[in-house]
């Protein structure tokens, strides 16, 4: 198993940017397909964004395409997620998630470890 920690959140106002990262423990990290989620207060947790395991392939949700970008380094353990151009319907808990492949990680299941969350706030 591999743990994660995020870090990164903050307040920021409409139009800004942030950028999130996920410390990975272990050896393992690079064997999994990574990806970001994002929990609205009063919404269900849904999927933000996914990377394959060599960051070759990358994917997101049409909420965020053209805004978010999503990254990895393997040599560092660490999985990323800039956030520009920031709008307050951005506002949640972010999550980092580590599965088997991108399609699981996009439909929510088979995901090995979920980190803690971190707080994004945009005002407007």
């Known amino acids: 198993q591999v743990q994660l920690v995020e870090s990164g959140g903050g307040l920021v106002q409409a139009g800004g940017s942030l950028r999130l990262s996920c410390a990975a423990s272990g050896r393992t990290f690079s064997r999994y397909a990574m990806g970001w989620f994002r929990q609205a207060p009063g919404k269900e947790r849904e999927f933000v964004a996914a990377?394959?395991?060599?960051?070759?392939?990358?994917y997101y949700a049409d909420s965020v395409k053209g805004r978010f970008t999503i990254s990895r380094d393997n040599a560092k353990n660490t999985l990323y997620l800039q956030m520009n151009s920031l709008k307050p319907e951005d506002t949640a808990v972010y999550y980092c998630a580590a599965g088997s492949n991108e399609s699981s990680l996009q439909a929510g299941y088979a995901i090995a470890s979920w980190g803690q969350g971190t707080q994004v706030t945009v005002s407007s």
């Open positions: 990377i394959s395991w060599s960051g070759g392939r990358t």
